[in-house]
T-cell receptor
Framework: AQTVTQSQPEMSVQEAETVTLSCTYDTSESDYYLFWYKQPPSRQMILVIRQEAYKQQNATENRFSVNFQKAAKSFSLKISDSQLGDAAMYFCAYRSRNDMRFGAGTRLTVKP | EAGVTQSPTHLIKTRGQQATLRCSPISGHTSVYWYQQALGLGLQFLLWYDEGEERNRGNFPPRFSGRQFPNYSSELNVNALELEDSALYLC??????????????FGAGTRLSVL
């Protein structure tokens, strides 16, 4: 079974600074997608960013970008110019045609 | 357009009872997913339904079951409740069934407390 590992249970960042959340995964499949989801204290999980395994170019959404290293099976999330509203649990997720896995999550604290 | 809705918001049961949780997907979505989020344990995949059929199942005992109705809404049933079943149960929906790129949209969850 595919596994997704987030090795940082907690991270903190100063407001306006940059932080990187780590994620590694294990798979034998070639066609898959990787996602980062955010779960604020209000509980509703929302998508942050998505990366297709076939695309070498790293996905970017405003202040959020990923560093996708397919050979190393690494998919880290970089948050630039951190804002107080970025404080949340962040989950890395793997999705293939018939399978999906989430990591254990990283709790991000943003200090004013 | 309404998002994924889950009911009830909170559910309190005693050990040995049965719990039924409900989920209505976004209009047009045919896939529904159930996850368990126990405190400190991240998101554990429970069940995946699409077009009325169970497509995949996580590593949970058979007392966790569910179904998807013709209108694509879904129900999660947990029989013979145990204390460790206390958790937040999240439902998500997406377009299609075998398209990996489809984004899952999550509901706010049902908090199940087993006393």
């Amino acid at each position: 079974a595919q596994t997704v590992t987030q090795s940082q249970p907690e991270m903190s960042v100063q407001e306006a600074e940059t932080v990187t959340l780590s994620c590694t995964y294990d798979t034998s499949e070639s066609d898959y997608y990787l996602f980062w989801y955010k779960q604020p204290p209000s509980r509703q999980m929302i998508l942050v960013i998505r990366q297709e395994a076939y695309k070498q170019q790293n996905a970017t959404e405003n202040r959020f970008s990923v560093n996708f290293q397919k050979a190393a099976k690494s998919f880290s999330l970089k948050i630039s110019d951190s804002q107080l509203g970025d404080a949340a649990m962040y989950f890395c997720a793997y999705r293939s045609r018939n399978d999906m896995r989430f990591g254990a999550g990283t709790r991000l604290t943003v200090k004013p | 357009e309404a998002g994924v809705t889950q009911s009830p918001t909170h559910l309190i049961k005693t050990r040995g009872q049965q719990a039924t949780l409900r989920c209505s997907p976004i209009s047009g979505h045919t896939s529904v997913y159930w996850y368990q989020q126990a405190l400190g344990l991240g998101l554990q995949f429970l069940l995946w339904y699409d077009e009325g059929e169970e497509r995949n199942r996580g590593n949970f005992p058979p007392r966790f079951s569910g179904r998807q109705f013709p209108n694509y809404s879904s129900e999660l049933n947990v029989n013979a409740l145990e204390l460790e079943d206390s958790a937040l149960y999240l439902c998500a929906s997406s377009l299609g069934r075998a398209i990996a790129k489809n984004i899952q949209y999550f509901g706010a969850g049902t908090r199940l407390s087993v006393l």
